[in-house]
């Protein structure tokens, strides 16, 4: 028998891959946040951007920025003015994974006590 | 400011800490795959259960189903018998947490070669 995918169709290796890769990717607070705060303001610029997420470095915000470049999730709009300014927006590609996880958060916002309770429950056996 | 969720309401930091750890769970692909295979077959037994997924060891799976008990994703009943005879079933919230997951997956499966094209272009340039 092989691994099959909610279908029931087996599973292509290169997705099983590619899907681990995005969610521990996702799972990363950071991309999640980027993903929610581009989606709801548009383009913006490196700075602003910044700005909205607090708590994250000027170091991480790249890396995280060129990790979603990179896969096609944004596009880095380099405008040629003095001093130089950087915008970023979500392609269609990135919005559909943000579409794709709200699903995710909402289930865990929704469930967090139940999950809290069984969690108790469970540590909580003889 | 404050990060915010999807629709723009602040986030709660319980509902983040517990979307990460959800999410970094179901990026093993132990979990997603008993989520799918105990999604599509309803009650099985642990035996028949690790037939259904290759390549696990009965280490790995007695503690991912442990996880998975421990989080009310999945009901453990034990049967009276001799030898004794364990069934696992999702509940209705690993049903749901299923459900909101299998969107994530069918993304990457439509968009593996977009992605894949954007990487390649991406590591390509001067």
């Known amino acids: 028998m092989t691994a099959t995918d909610p279908q029931g169709a087996p599973i292509d290796p290169r997705v099983e891959a590619l899907v681990n890769d ?22 913006m ?42 915008d970023y927006r979500l392609t269609d590609l990135g919005l559909g994974l943000g579409d794709a996880f709200c699903g995710v958060w909402r289930w865990a916002e929704r469930n967090l006590t139940q999950i809290e309770a069984a969690r108790h429950r469970f540590d909580s056996r003889p």
Do not use: C, N, Y
């Open 22 to 43: 995005l969610i521990s990717r996702v799972a990363d607070k950071w991309t999640m946040i980027v993903l929610e705060v581009l989606a709801a303001q548009g383009e």
């Open 45 to 86: 610029r490196f700075t602003v951007l910044g700005q909205h997420i607090p708590g994250i470095s000027q170091k991480m915000l790249t890396q995280t920025l060129r990790a979603m470049e990179r896969d096609g999730l944004l596009i880095r709009t380099i405008h040629p003015v003095i001093p130089p300014r950087v």
